[in-house]
């Protein structure tokens, strides 16, 4: 994976809901794990803009329901900070469900995804509807 742009925060912990922003199926999934993530011992793992994490399904179609699935996050309500300056916060946490390559499963992607999503997965901001 590519280097993020930004000091990724720790906006969503383990056993955060959010919101399934794709067409796949799942409306809303919690994090089990985050892939990549350095603690201190006993440490809760944190996941922000961009990070890849281990989702299971809580809502949507009967045969995705209680699946486990990985998942890129690509809103979160934390604010973080760019590099120009400018602090970027959203309405809510949503994820996108990905397969093992980063591809995203799902045909469309609802609402808007955060630049730096697309600089370490550009097909989710290629389906995106919009890239703020």
Request: some cysteine; proline content about 3%.
């Amino acid at each position: 994976m590519k280097a993020m742009s930004i000091n990724n925060s720790g906006a969503v912990t383990l056993k955060s809901h959010l919101f399934c922003t794709d067409n796949s199926g799942a409306k809303e999934v919690y994090i089990i794990s985050v892939f990549n993530n350095k603690t201190r011992k006993r440490g809760i793992p944190k996941a922000g803009i961009g990070s890849l994490v281990n989702v299971v399904i809580k809502k949507g179609k009967p045969e995705m329901r209680g699946k486990i699935e990985r998942a890129v996050v690509v809103r979160t309500r934390q604010e973080y900070r760019r590099a120009n300056g400018m602090r970027v916060r959203f309405e809510d946490n949503a994820v996108v469900l990905v397969d093992k390559e980063g591809l995203p499963k799902a045909s469309e992607i609802k609402g808007c995804v955060a630049k730096e999503v697309g600089e370490r997965f550009p097909k989710i901001a290629g389906k995106a509807a919009s890239v703020v």
